[in-house]
Nanobody, 114 residues
């Protein structure tokens, strides 16, 4: 059974930082690309970071330079380090494996507000 457990969200002031974690299980993590998505209030879910099996990373322009995705294959964990957070970064954050398209975790809420 494929599972994703996200954690690390919270309330943070603009300009602050957070580090999200996602522990994956039920598939061969080291052989799978991983992504982070976010779902802002009232909007569609959007991808904010991608990391390949070989740790190639990609980001949309909205977060490039502020977000960093990384992975620890020994721990089946993918991370998202977020800095210089803005109110527009508010949303529920999910990790996702393209190799497991029918599986999502519960996500972790990030709220950026003063």
């Amino acid at each position: 059974q494929v599972q994703f457990v996200e954690s690390g969200g919270g309330l943070v002031q603009p300009g602050g930082s957070l580090r999200l974690s996602c522990v994956a299980s039920g598939f061969t993590f080291s052989s799978s690309a991983m992504t982070w998505y976010r779902e802002p209030p009232g909007k569609k879910r959007e991808r904010v970071a991608f990391i390949s099996e070989g740790s190639l990373t990609l980001y949309p322009s909205s977060v490039r330079g502020r977000f960093t995705i990384s992975r620890d294959n020994a721990e089946n964990t993918v991370y998202l380090q977020m800095s210089d957070l803005k109110p527009d970064d508010t949303g529920r954050y999910y990790c996702f494996a393209p190799s497991q398209p029918n599986s999502w975790g519960r996500g972790t809420q990030v709220t950026v507000s003063s």
